[in-house]
């Protein structure tokens, strides 16, 4: 008889900053830090970026690093995506096109390391082609996140089903977060590894933040990696919680 097994409780390490500007920095420094660890152990370092407006200035600020070794250290990084809106690729609201702009477009990462989710083939067929690419990929060495007012991360929204998918990446449709259709790597395969770092910030996050950390099962809390997840936010959001 198979039984399913349930995830592990996820485990949460909270962290504040006195301003969203320490934030960055501090987020900026845990990437490379995870960057230069991965590439000095396996030669490689995988990433999975987080959407929304949140990363931005983290993505400008990597922009301006040399990761650690300059272009050779760049040519180590393989970018991967936790979401995507299903519009065309130079459209100023895909999450792809934002990372692009901010970073991406200005460092020598090779254009083929960067795996943007086809999302302009609509969502079904994108996340068919997304799960596919990542067939071959294993364990992610970072993956970032952000929080919805709502606790969603990625595209995983609240009410919607994808708490049982098995599959890499999901057809997301009639998002409560515009665009209605998206694409959304599942939890389970955002919880396939090494570090999961949340990016917060925000004070519409109060509500999420503090069921979160009243132990509600909002999406956020379904990304359950083996070693936990780290949460960075704002002091602010933290002491009325
Ligand atoms: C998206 C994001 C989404 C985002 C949160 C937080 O496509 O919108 O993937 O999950 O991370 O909604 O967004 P902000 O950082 O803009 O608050």
């Not at 086809?118 to 970032?144: C, I, K, S, T, W």
């Not at 606790?151 to 990446?169: I, K, M, Q, Y």
Request: aromatic share 6%.
């Amino acid at each position: 008889m198979v039984t399913a097994t349930a995830p592990a409780p996820q485990q949460c390490r909270w962290h504040t900053f006195t301003s969203l500007a320490r934030l960055e920095q501090a987020a900026t420094q845990t990437i490379l830090e995870a960057a230069r660890a991965a590439i000095a152990s396996r030669g490689a370092f995988r990433i999975v970026l987080a959407g929304g407006s949140t990363p931005r200035n983290v993505y400008q600020m990597l922009r301006q690093t040399n990761a650690n070794g300059g272009d050779a250290a760049w040519r180590a990084w393989n970018i991967y995506f936790g979401d995507e809106r299903c519009l065309p690729p130079e459209h100023a609201e895909r999450n792809s096109h934002m990372a692009q702009q901010a970073w991406l477009n200005h460092v020598a990462i090779p254009q083929q390391q960067v795996h943007t989710i086809p999302a302009e083939l609509g969502a079904q067929a994108a996340a068919e082609h997304y799960a596919r690419d990542l067939m071959n990929v294993d364990e992610f060495d970072l993956v970032l996140l952000g929080l919805g007012e709502d606790g969603h991360t990625a595209s995983l929204f609240p009410n919607h089903d994808w708490e049982t998918a098995t599959a890499a990446a999901l057809p997301v449709h009639n998002a409560p977060k515009p665009p209605p259709d998206r694409v959304s790597l599942s939890a389970q395969r955002l919880s396939r590894a090494r570090a999961v770092l949340f990016l917060v910030s925000g004070k519409g996050k109060q509500q999420a933040i503090n069921a979160w950390r009243a132990g509600m099962p909002i999406p956020a809390a379904s990304i359950t990696p083996p070693s936990g997840v780290d949460v960075y936010l704002d002091a602010a959001l933290l002491a009325l919680s």
